[in-house]
């Protein structure tokens, strides 16, 4: 057996504004002070073909599960892994290992995606397939719709010792999702790819409100990289797209609605010194294409102690950057956060 241990430890120092709405019912607000993003530990076990994964984040104070999944690598190009884990998805999202995320946090249509389909930690129960090349990636993920640990909703463990063996939950809809991306060997730090996936769990993360029943939806991305991870390239670009569509369910006057969500998010870093970059990130989000969008721009530099040394770029790490929300809607107040945040990564 080969045991690996591993972490990620993220303290912060931020300083954030909300501006008064401009109908005035909402007043100015500031805050500042000291935090802690991450605080990761993961343990992986390998034995023959066969692996156990877990990860857990103590930066709540309490111990919360991240991951929790077995590994089948049943061929040089093959793997399953069935359990608690991040499948296909859009590539900004969790495939963006925390430990890479270009500036403080990731892209903000990333965030919001998560939080109306999967839930924020952008984990699933399911089984996942993937065929892995020098150049190509392909995965496959059957699961239940949503990241909750809640029996009555994604948990499905029951016993037939039990009063019921579906805990009186009438639901046989599943999720399938899928993921594709192209690097290739004759263009270093290049990657195109893309996301599509349908969820039928109707969870509550698809509510429009907290009072109207949640909807099926289908979910797609699009993306291509000119550097995917800090420190690479002496220029970096990324473009991403990510939309949601929302069907329609039940009637009159508890119908929810469909909806199309959509939206964009533009990249760019210059290596600086020789161990940093400056970065700039710019973002529109529709919550519905039909109505304005919000806005998000971030910009920042990021320092690297362990690349000085001949280390990982990530290992030691030093990030300054400031972010905001402009919301399309006058009546929502205006968000500004100055961040900086060490990290280390052993």
Same mark, same amino acid.
């Given at each position: 057996?080969?045991l690996r241990l591993? +972490?990620?430890?993220?303290?912060?120092f931020?300083?954030?504004?909300?501006?008064e709405?401009?109908?005035?019912a909402?007043? %100015?607000?500031?805050r500042? $002070?000291?935090?802690?993003?991450r605080?990761?530990?993961?343990?992986?076990a390998?034995?023959?073909?066969?692996?156990?994964h877990?990860?857990? %984040?103590f930066?709540?104070g #309490?111990?919360d599960? !991240?991951?929790?999944?077995?590994?089948?690598?049943?061929?040089?190009?093959?793997?399953? =892994?069935? +359990?608690?884990?991040a499948?296909?998805?859009p590539?900004?999202?969790? @495939?963006?290992s925390?430990?890479?995320?270009?500036?403080i946090e990731?892209?903000?249509?990333?965030?919001?995606?998560?939080?109306?389909?999967?839930?924020s930690?952008?984990?699933?129960?399911?089984?996942?397939? =993937?065929?892995?090349?020098?150049?190509?990636?392909?995965?496959?993920?059957l699961? #239940?719709?949503?990241?909750?640990? %809640?029996?009555?909703?994604? #948990? @499905?463990?029951?016993?037939?010792?039990?009063?019921?063996?579906?805990r009186?939950v009438?639901?046989?809809?599943?999720? !399938?999702?899928?993921?594709? *991306?192209?690097?290739?060997?004759?263009?270093?730090g290049f990657?195109?790819?893309?996301?599509?996936?349908? #969820?039928g769990s109707?969870?509550p993360n698809?509510?429009?409100d907290?009072?109207?029943?949640?909807? %099926?939806y289908l979910?797609y991305?699009?993306? !291509?990289?000119w550097?995917?991870?800090?420190?690479?390239?002496?220029?970096?670009?990324?473009?991403?797209?990510i939309?949601?569509?929302?069907f329609?369910?039940?009637?009159?006057?508890?119908? *929810?609605p469909? &909806?199309?969500?959509? $939206?964009?998010?533009?990249f760019?870093?210059?290596?600086?010194? &020789?161990?940093?970059?400056?970065?700039?990130?710019?973002? &529109?989000?529709?919550?519905?294409?039909?109505?304005?969008?919000? $806005?998000?721009?971030t910009?920042?530099a990021?320092?690297?102690f362990?690349?000085?040394?001949?280390?990982?770029y990530? &290992?030691?790490?030093?990030t300054?950057?400031y972010?905001?929300?402009l919301? +399309?809607?006058?009546?929502r107040?205006?968000?500004h956060?100055?961040?900086?945040?060490?990290? @280390?990564?052993?």
């Amino acid at each position: 057996i080969r045991l690996r241990l591993s +972490g990620t430890f993220q303290p912060r120092f931020s300083a954030g504004v909300t501006a008064e709405t401009a109908d005035g019912a909402d007043d %100015d607000t500031q805050r500042i $002070g000291f935090g802690i993003r991450r605080a990761r530990f993961r343990a992986t076990a390998r034995f023959a073909q066969f692996g156990v994964h877990y990860d857990v %984040d103590f930066g709540s104070g #309490n111990l919360d599960s !991240v991951d929790l999944y077995g590994s089948w690598f049943a061929a040089e190009r093959w793997r399953f =892994r069935l +359990g608690y884990l991040a499948g296909p998805q859009p590539r900004a999202y969790i @495939f963006t290992s925390h430990t890479r995320i270009d500036a403080i946090e990731r892209a903000a249509i990333a965030e919001r995606w998560s939080r109306g389909t999967l839930g924020s930690r952008g984990r699933v129960f399911g089984l996942e397939t =993937r065929y892995q090349t020098d150049e190509v990636t392909v995965e496959l993920l059957l699961h #239940n719709g949503e990241g909750s640990f %809640d029996r009555s909703r994604s #948990n @499905f463990r029951e016993s037939p010792s039990g009063s019921s063996v579906t805990r009186g939950v009438d639901e046989t809809p599943l999720a !399938v999702s899928s993921f594709v *991306a192209y690097e290739p060997d004759a263009v270093p730090g290049f990657e195109v790819g893309g996301y599509v996936g349908y #969820n039928g769990s109707r969870n509550p993360n698809t509510a429009l409100d907290d009072d109207m029943p949640g909807r %099926d939806y289908l979910g797609y991305s699009g993306h !291509v990289y000119w550097g995917a991870y800090p420190g690479t390239p002496p220029i970096r670009l990324k473009g991403e797209v990510i939309g949601i569509q929302y069907f329609a369910r039940g009637s009159a006057p508890d119908m *929810a609605p469909a &909806q199309h969500a959509l $939206g964009y998010a533009a990249f760019g870093a210059v290596r600086v010194f &020789q161990f940093g970059e400056v970065f700039a990130r710019w973002e &529109q989000l529709f919550n519905d294409v039909e109505e304005d969008a919000d $806005g998000f721009v971030t910009a920042g530099a990021s320092y690297s102690f362990s690349k000085r040394r001949g280390l990982d770029y990530r &290992q030691e790490r030093l990030t300054l950057a400031y972010a905001n929300q402009l919301p +399309g809607d006058p009546t929502r107040a205006t968000q500004h956060l100055v961040v900086l945040q060490a990290q @280390f990564v052993f």
